[in-house]
């Protein structure tokens, strides 16, 4: 009765998607362009609070791609979410789980840059990886270094050169414009956006006495009269981004647009940006953002979509990553 053990087995893997409830519009704009559907994976609450997970059915042998934004003002239940959902497909047999977070949580803590202060960014690695994470998908980093907290594989994207494909459909006249870096620490990335849009590229020096507060002393760089797109990895309360705007129209810089992979906005930032002096400002569809894109606000979106199918498309077949994208390497 045994016999039949001893022949080769033809195993098809099967790929399953699903979403959590950080961004389901995303995971949806994804499964569209992959040609999937988004699997059965039920997502409720007991009483107290607690999140329940349970997939609608079998994963055993599949390899499981899980869509999950972790920003918001429920960042920590998204992130339990994600562990919670971890742990079911791991103990429902999965060959693997990927989890692809557009907005990587936490992600600001990333070294001790005073006494008794946590490394937050590790730790949320480190949770990943004790709920059987098997694979990272991520976009923009708050920093490279935060891939070396993994000891499982990190596939880092890049929404840089979206935005230069974006900002090439303007008609701007490319010797009159530059691209503002908003501290030394994003002066590689702003350097490689000028190269790709074949403009010139200026620093802005700052201080920064305290979180979520910084003044600019002084620009590296000519910008006086010339259009500025300033580019960042993510946009907070905006505070300290409008008083960099306000200080650049002092400085004598021309029409201004933002950039910015993930657009946080929390608190007041979404009416300190309508009221800022500025043309446009772009972020993606990373972090869902209900008035963008709609009449007369100046906040527009650029999606990561087909970014992210692509990308889970390539890590299914086993095919290269870096070779897809001209962005960041796979690790």
């Not at 010339?226 to 004598?252: F, P, Q, R, Y």
């Given at each position: 009765?045994?016999?039949?053990?001893?022949?080769?087995?033809?195993?098809?893997?099967?790929?399953?998607?699903?979403?959590?409830?950080?961004?389901?519009?995303?995971?949806?704009?994804?499964?569209?362009?992959?040609?999937?559907?988004?699997?059965?994976?039920?997502?409720?609450?007991?009483?107290?609070?607690?999140?329940?997970?349970?997939?609608?059915?079998?994963?055993?042998?599949?390899?499981?791609?899980?869509?999950?934004?972790?920003?918001?003002?429920?960042?920590?239940?998204?992130?339990?979410?994600?562990?919670?959902?971890?742990?079911?497909?791991?103990?429902?047999?999965?060959?693997?789980?990927?989890?692809?977070?557009?907005?990587?949580?936490?992600?600001?803590?990333?070294?001790?840059?005073?006494?008794?202060?946590?490394?937050?960014?590790?730790?949320?690695?480190?949770?990943?990886?004790?709920?059987?994470?098997?694979?990272?998908?991520?976009?923009?980093?708050?920093?490279?270094?935060?891939?070396?907290?993994?000891?499982?594989?990190?596939?880092h994207l890049t929404a840089l050169y979206l935005f230069g494909d974006y900002f090439k459909?303007?008609?701007?006249?490319?010797?009159?414009?530059?691209?503002?870096?908003?501290?030394?620490?994003?002066?590689?990335?702003?350097?490689?956006?000028?190269?790709?849009?074949?403009?010139?590229?200026?620093?802005?020096?700052?201080?920064?006495?305290?979180?979520?507060?910084?003044?600019?002393?002084?620009?590296?760089?000519?910008?006086?009269?010339?259009?500025?797109?300033?580019?960042?990895?993510?946009?907070?309360?905006?505070?300290?981004?409008?008083?960099?705007?306000c200080k650049l129209k002092e400085m004598g810089a021309g029409d201004i647009y933002i950039?910015?992979?993930?657009?946080?906005?929390?608190?007041?930032?979404?009416?300190?940006?309508?009221?800022?002096?500025?043309?446009?400002?772009?972020?993606?569809?990373?972090?869902?953002?209900?008035?963008?894109?709609?009449?007369?606000?100046?906040?527009?979106?650029?999606?990561?979509?087909?970014?992210?199918?692509?990308?889970?498309?390539?890590?299914?077949?086993?095919?290269?990553?870096s070779a897809v994208y001209g962005g960041n390497a796979e690790m």
């Amino acid at each position: 009765m045994y016999e039949n053990l001893c022949k080769p087995l033809n195993v098809v893997k099967e790929i399953k998607l699903y979403t959590g409830t950080g961004n389901p519009e995303l995971a949806h704009k994804v499964a569209d362009i992959l040609h999937l559907e988004l699997q059965g994976l039920k997502l409720e609450k007991f009483a107290n609070g607690e999140t329940y997970a349970r997939f609608d059915e079998s994963v055993r042998g599949d390899e499981v791609f899980f869509i999950q934004t972790l920003a918001g003002p429920n960042v920590n239940d998204l992130l339990m979410e994600t562990l919670i959902v971890a742990d079911a497909a791991t103990r429902a047999s999965a060959d693997s789980f990927t989890v692809v977070i557009p907005h990587y949580g936490y992600a600001r803590q990333d070294r001790k840059a005073a006494p008794r202060e946590p490394i937050t960014a590790r730790l949320v690695a480190n949770l990943l990886e004790a709920a059987g994470v098997d694979r990272v998908i991520t976009l923009d980093l708050h920093s490279n270094q935060i891939q070396g907290f993994f000891d499982i594989p990190v596939t880092h994207l890049t929404a840089l050169y979206l935005f230069g494909d974006y900002f090439k459909k303007k008609d701007f006249d490319w010797d009159n414009t530059v691209v503002v870096s908003p501290d030394m620490g994003r002066a590689k990335v702003a350097k490689k956006l000028s190269d790709y849009l074949g403009c010139e590229v200026a620093i802005a020096h700052k201080s920064r006495p305290k979180h979520n507060a910084a003044e600019v002393m002084g620009i590296i760089g000519n910008i006086k009269g010339k259009t500025c797109i300033i580019n960042d990895d993510m946009i907070d309360t905006a505070g300290t981004l409008v008083g960099s705007i306000c200080k650049l129209k002092e400085m004598g810089a021309g029409d201004i647009y933002i950039s910015a992979t993930h657009g946080i906005f929390s608190g007041a930032a979404i009416e300190r940006l309508e009221g800022a002096p500025i043309v446009e400002c772009v972020v993606t569809d990373a972090i869902p953002c209900p008035v963008a894109d709609q009449p007369g606000s100046k906040i527009k979106t650029v999606s990561v979509a087909s970014e992210l199918a692509d990308a889970i498309h390539a890590v299914f077949v086993h095919s290269p990553v870096s070779a897809v994208y001209g962005g960041n390497a796979e690790m």
